[in-house]
């Protein structure tokens, strides 16, 4: 009996190389964002803790770093932002 002839296998399509994962990035501006959010609510913290009853003004200070802080931090960001857009 006379050998079978071998079929070729039908090559696979070449894929192309995955692009490489991106590394995260740290712009000086947002550390110092992340670290003025992070002063802005130690010091609510800070100002809580000392109201332990002996001063009320350190209660109200306390309830205006951490109930008022995050809005006006928000909102002098967005400015900052809005003229740094415009500068460029």
């Known amino acids: 009996m006379p050998p079978r002839p071998v079929k070729p296998k039908p090559s696979l ?43 009320p003004s350190f209660k109200l200070i306390a309830l205006l770093f951490l109930l008022a802080g995050p809005m006006l931090l928000m909102v002098a960001v967005s400015i900052l932002v809005a003229v740094a857009a415009r500068w460029k």
């Open 13 to 55: 399509p070449k894929r192309a190389p995955e692009p490489p994962k991106p590394k995260p990035q740290f712009t000086i501006l947002g550390m110092f964002v992340v670290m003025l959010i992070c002063s802005m609510a130690s010091a609510g913290a800070y100002y809580l803790v000392r109201a332990d009853g002996n001063d």
